[in-house]
């Protein structure tokens, strides 16, 4: 089924968004920043305060959208950034500002209250030992009663205001000056309010961008594809790198193609895609993964299901309405075992051909602005059981 906003009269209006984030708090889905209509391509101004200052919530039980004020500070970056949620916070990290300024990353650290709606600056954007950057991934590791630690990975950053540390690497990007990809690797300890810089080991990922990472355990999680440089071109891995947190280290593994036994489906490269982690009760935790764009910047028209403890991976037959789509979320609700909910918000679509010049079409990238915004998708009882059984 889909639930698109808007549909009753008077109700709140949803708009277009791609690269955003959207974290889910009980019975709540939050969509904060992201590029959006009447965004000021400015580092700070009254009509930018004005957009980030409001957060939008989908409740998850009457598929309505709702508009709420926050109080306090809002981030400065605004897309690219990277979120992740404890309990009823949500933590936000870097982005960029939204053009109009040059190369303007952030390496701020920020928390909503959901309860409160309340802004609070947990690190404000400065010369630290984390760099200024957008289009990394950031999660939660700890567990009861235990430290909590934000980890936070990987990225893209201008060149000018990077200091790079001899244990990560740094690439630069074809076509794009004064940038770089990096493979930092940061905790940031909740307790003692302090970034930590990574001892690594194992077989660590590349300077990587645009790809998701999901946490499996307390002190264990996943990455998947995104942008690498590859000599002068960059190119959408299809890479599977796990990894395991132990105090102030992390181990890399590469799960290779073939290592594992698959069934002959190993997916294609892609970055700009979606993903969310389903714990199950009684089966290990399984990543979905939707859409999300190919070196050739062709859409990645799918929905996979990986089980994170055979790494079998199975595709899902889902619409194109869903699935064809990059720089959007994807979240999950699970109401109990059987019923399981995927929530599909914004992004870009290949929209129409135009005429670049001596006859040659191109696809034109559009934001997501009709219906089809906001989807919502159970995964029903056949599919259940199929993981179940892969298990």
Known sequence: ???????????????????????????????????????????????????????????????????????????????????????????????????????????????????????????????????????????????????????????????????????????????????????EQNIYNLSSGQWIVLSVSGQCFPPTDSFIIERISHNKGIMYGGVVTDGDADISTNDIYLFQLSQHTINWEYLKQGSVPNDGLWPEGRDSHASTIINGVSTSPTLVVIGGLDSDNELVNECLLLDTKQYNWMKIPLPHSVTGRFSHTVASFVVDPNHVFLIIVGGYVEDEQEDVGGGVMEWVNEPITDRNITMVVELGNIILLLLYYYR
């Open 1 to 183: 089924m889909d639930r698109n906003s808007g549909s009753v009269s008077g109700q709140y209006l949803f708009g277009w968004r791609y690269e955003h984030t959207t974290a889910v708090v009980g019975e709540v889905l939050y969509c904060w920043g992201g590029d959006q209509e009447g965004l000021a391509a400015s580092l700070d101004s009254p009509r930018k305060r004005e957009c980030t200052s409001a957060i939008d919530a989908f409740n998850l039980l009457s598929g309505v959208w709702s508009s709420q004020p926050t109080s306090g500070t809002p981030p400065l970056g605004i897309r690219g950034v990277s979120c992740t949620t404890i309990n009823n916070n949500i933590y936000y990290f870097g982005g960029y500002c939204h053009g109009g300024h040059g190369k303007c990353y952030h390496n701020s650290l920020n928390c909503l209250d959901t309860l409160t709606l309340q802004w609070k600056e947990l690190q404000p954007t400065g010369d630290n030992s984390v760099t200024k950057k957008g289009y990394g991934g950031m999660i939660a590791m700890g567990s009861e009663g235990e430290p909590q630690q934000l980890l936070v990975i990987g990225g893209l950053a201008p060149k000018s205001t990077t200091t790079q540390h001899n244990q990560f690497k740094y690439h630069d990007i074809p076509c794009l000056d004064d940038h770089l990809r990096t493979n």
